[in-house]
């Protein structure tokens, strides 16, 4: 079983690193909590609304294996289409909050069952992000 599809929109270059510290005291103690920044909320709303309307009817059932193969399209803006993207954010960066909504949504009933992650990131026209998953 198998499932792929294209985003058509501007990748997110906000990634799960962008959090916010909230440091307090607490009982004479000093406490620090770590929140989603406001444009980190924005990156996964954006995610949760373009996979949304991709959302299987049912997950990959628990304990089954899973490849996720995603091609982050940035816009090319005069660099040649297709060339590989070696700037910022990281691959793996990218990934966190995709993974994040797709489970949310219910793609798979954990993103720990992704076995096999084949992530690669290019300057494109058209932009976009495309998906495939796939039960191994």
């Not at 929109?9 to 307090?24: D, E, F, G, S, V």
């Not at 406001?38 to 996964?44: A, D, I, W, Y």
């Not at 949760?48 to 009817?57: I, K, Q, R, S, V």
């Not at 954990?110 to 096999?116: F, G, K």
Request: net charge positive; aromatic share 8%; proline share 10%.
């Amino acid at each position: 079983m198998y499932m792929q599809f294209f985003l058509p929109m501007q990748p997110p270059t906000t990634t799960h690193n962008a959090k916010q510290l909230h440091a307090y005291m607490k009982g004479g103690q000093p406490h620090a909590v770590l929140h989603d920044s406001p444009e980190l909320k924005q990156t996964r709303a954006k995610l949760h609304a373009h996979l949304a309307p991709h959302a299987p009817e049912k997950p990959i059932p628990a304990g089954r294996p899973v490849r996720l193969l995603v091609k982050w399209c940035f816009p090319a803006e005069g660099r040649k289409s297709g060339s590989w993207r070696t700037a910022k954010p990281d691959t793996d960066n990218l990934e966190k909050a995709l993974k994040d909504e797709m489970t949310r949504l219910h793609f798979w009933a954990d993103d720990a069952q992704v076995c096999s992650e084949i992530v690669e990131k290019f300057w494109s026209d058209p932009c976009g992000v495309f998906v495939r998953v796939e039960e191994l």
